[in-house]
């Protein structure tokens, strides 16, 4: 396993920083501006159909159209990013993001005269990022010789994101236009490709020359399907998207909204970002022997806060719970990031990663869609106590299945 971190970190010279090297610098500028852009546009888009005098229906499908195609191609984004490097994937999806956005900045500008320029639109941003999003894991191990190290970095980085541009696209909306978050928005992209540009790296691994499409995507599932460790998290993760995951966020507003106002959802949930930049930051240097065990063990908090609806828990003690629970996830996604980027050769890790994204995320959608006929079946309550007892169970199985259980950390380079 060692020979695979230090086959792929080959290009960073040995008195580099474990994480901020030169060329982590430049990655985390990128990711950064590309998770801030994509933080911002569903509250953009949305905000911005209804002030334009849109319904709700509008505003569902557009959403609808950016997800959807990124769920569709991102298995297509790992095999491209194989063949062609990820970098020049993420450059290429950073630049067709750059030209979109400055399109729907002119379409919110001038006002939205017919709905499916808008849907297109959005329909190229989530094929871009279908693009981009393998290469975004597979980078981490050619830029940091601190693999885990990095990867909690990019995890508050994403936590203080997805805090941040809600808030700006919500302000800009409200001050200004949607059109000028647009704009923010295709600067971002464009710092993104211009620092993915400078980056410094070696010889990328490849797939053999000559082999089509479809063998990429066969070897991919191959080696995707001869690592128990992988393939039994993500069925394990299914189930707790469809049953926990899902349905909680949509739930959870059912219920905390009516009762003590939108202010105080949106404190609790910022209370989770919080606890998520907790959990990146104890994951730098919080390095177990097995990652995934440990991870599981920290995702043992999830269940503390749809329990705490249930039990009709204050807000303030809500928001201590969404803490606790995001800094489990934090640790978990940065231990389960880093034993992927890891223990999976570099010449199948974009499409590897892929299947992973596919499967992990694949039925959130699921469990969300099914939150409101599960409410109307067996009630407010009885859902999140499922979601609660799911989530248990999802992190009781991670550590009794052993080749995750029992999975080890492979040493960073020195």
Known sequence: MEELLTDRTAALPDQQPAIWSRNFRFYFTARSAGLLSWAMLPVAV??????????????????????????????????????FTARRMMIGADLTN??????LAFLFLHGIDHLWQLYALLMVAGTANAMFQPGASSTVPLVARDVQGANGVLRISEAL??????????????????????????????????????????VAPAPPAGESLWRNLVVGWQEFRARSWLWGVIVIWMFFAVLSWGPQLSIAAGVIVPAHGATAFGLINCALGAGTVAGGLLAIRFKPRRPLAAGAVAMMAYPLYPLGIVLGWPVWLLAAAQVVVGAGIGVWGVMWATSVQTQVPGEVLNRVHAYEVAGSVGLYPVGSALAGPAVRAFGTHGVLLVGAVSALLTATALLLARPIRTLGRVPDRT
């Open 46 to 83: 949305s905000a911005g159909l209804l002030r334009a005098g849109y319904g709700l229906s509008s505003a569902g499908y557009a959403m609808a159209f950016l997800v959807g195609p990124f769920a569709a191609l991102v298995l297509f984004g790992g095999v491209l990013a194989d063949r």
């Open 98 to 103: 750059l030209t979109t956005q400055v399109l």
């Open 161 to 202: 994101t997805g805090l941040g541009g809600p808030a700006l696209a919500g302000l800009l909306v409200g001050t200004a236009s949607t059109g000028w978050v647009m704009v923010i928005s295709a600067v971002a992209y464009g710092t993104s490709a211009l620092c993915l540009f400078a980056l410094r790296l070696g």
